[in-house]
């Protein structure tokens, strides 16, 4: 079974331009997250999907972060216009409903570099 | 606020003497406590969880609500056992919460 993917693996771009991050997940995971890990800092929580709906984006930290799930498949990220504060791994994790103690299956990561 | 606190950023043993990775937590409730770990060029994977009381790899962590805490433990430690270990908390799928990492490093 294919684990979560993240493309690209490594992205380099100069502040003010625009980056999509795209993540898919594991094939019927109705639950699909977003973190960052920015450098020397904790890995933070951006948003959840449960399917294509947003359950939690108390974690996006402006509107310059735009995510979407549609059709409840795969995810984009975009960052519009990225500045350097968001350079970063960017990770994708997904997760089976239902029941207690979700599993989170990550992907191996975008590393983003703003210049 | 929740919040998850890994007291330690490296932590370096000798490999057969007993390790023991700290975490403690605050939380209002009753979360979920994981624990995670990312080798060398691989990518971030659940090693165990508290509410299956399970032993992997020789890992064991014991949640211990009167003090917050979720401690990682094994007795021997091995040189593969190096690797960044991450501890989280999560309300049932939601409200994910990841500390800062401990750098385990296991000496020949």
């Known amino acids: 079974e294919a684990g979560v993917t993240q493309f690209p693996s490594h992205s380099v771009i100069e502040k003010g331009q625009t980056v999509t991050l795209r993540c898919d997940p594991i094939?019927?995971?109705?639950?699909l997250y977003w973190y960052r890990r920015v450098m020397g800092k904790e890995i933070k929580f951006l948003l959840h999907?449960?399917?294509?709906?947003?359950?939690?984006e108390s974690g996006m930290p402006n509107n310059r972060f735009l995510a979407e799930r549609t059709g409840g498949t795969y995810s984009t990220l975009k960052v519009q216009p990225a500045e350097l504060e968001d350079s970063g791994v960017y990770f994708c994790a997904s997760s089976l409903s239902g029941g207690a103690g979700y599993e989170q299956y990550f992907g191996p990561g975008t590393r983003l570099t703003v210049t | 606020a929740q919040r998850v606190t890994q007291p330690e950023k490296l932590l370096s043993v000798f490999k057969g003497a007993p390790v023991e990775l700290k975490c403690n937590y605050s939380?209002?409730?009753?979360?979920?406590l994981f624990w995670y770990v990312q080798y060398s060029r691989q990518r971030l994977q659940l090693l165990l969880r508290h509410i299956s009381r399970e032993s992997i790899k020789g890992f064991t962590a014991d949640l211990n609500k009167g003090e917050t805490s979720f401690h990682l433990k094994k007795p021997f430690a091995q040189e593969e056992d190096s690797a960044m270990y991450y501890c989280?908390?999560?309300?049932?799928?939601?409200?994910?919460?990841f500390g800062p990492g401990t750098r385990l490093s296991v000496l020949p």
């Open positions: 094939s019927g995971h109705d639950n």
């Open positions: 989280a908390l999560s309300n049932y799928g939601q409200n994910f919460v």
């Open positions: 999907f449960v399917k294509e709906s947003k359950q939690d």
């Open positions: 939380y209002s409730g009753s979360p979920e």
